[in-house]
C-alpha cells in the first residue's frame, strides 16, 4: 500500500470557501446597519440622559439656595449664547438680579458640554431656562428635541413644564412628531 493513499490531506475546496465567503458577507450586509443604529440610539439615549441630569441639578440647585437659577446655551462656558442649540454645551448660573442674563459677578454652577458630537439638541424659540426658588419654571415651559445628525435613529424630546416637571417623549407636548432641523 501507498502511503499516500492513507493520508487525505485536509483544507477547504474553493467551492466550500466561497460559499463560505457568501454567508459571512450576507451576515455582516444585515448587522452592520442594526448595528449602527444601535449605537447611534445608544448615543442619542445617553445625550438625553445628560441633559435630564443637568436640568435636576439646575432645579435642585434653586431650592437648595432658594434663588433663582437660569439654564442657557454656551459655546464659552461664561455667558448664554443667542441661540436655540444646546448641543454645543450650556451653563448654568446664579441669577441673583432676576434679570434672566449672567452678570460677571453672578456665580457659574456647571459648565457642561455634550460627549456625543453627532446629537444635536435644539428648543425651538426658548434659549433659557429659569428655575424659580421653588424648583417651578413659569414661563420656561419647553421641548429640547434630541436629533441624531445621520438620521439613523428617530428623534426624542424632553418636555419641561412651568411646574418644573422634566419628562421624555417620542412626541412633541401636542402629540405631534418632532422635527429635527
Known sequence: MDASSHCREQGLTLLELIITLLILGITLAIAVPSFAQLLANNSLTA?????????????SEAIKRRLRVVLCPSSDGSGCTATSSWHNGVILFVDADADSDRDASEAILSFYRPQTGAIGVYSGQ????????????????????????????????????????????????????????
Open 47 to 59: 445625550t438625553l440622559n445628560e441633559f435630564t441630569g443637568i436640568m435636576n441639578y439646575a432645579k
Open 126 to 181: 426658548k434659549r433659557k431656562i429659569t428655575y424659580q426658588p421653588m424648583g417651578s419654571t413659569p414661563g420656561s415651559n419647553l421641548t429640547l428635541t434630541f436629533c441624531d445628525g445621520n438620521r439613523r435613529t428617530e428623534a426624542r424630546a424632553l418636555i419641561l413644564s412651568n411646574a418644573g416637571r422634566l419628562r421624555s417623549s417620542d412626541t412633541k407636548s401636542d402629540g405631534s412628531a418632532l422635527i429635527c432641523p
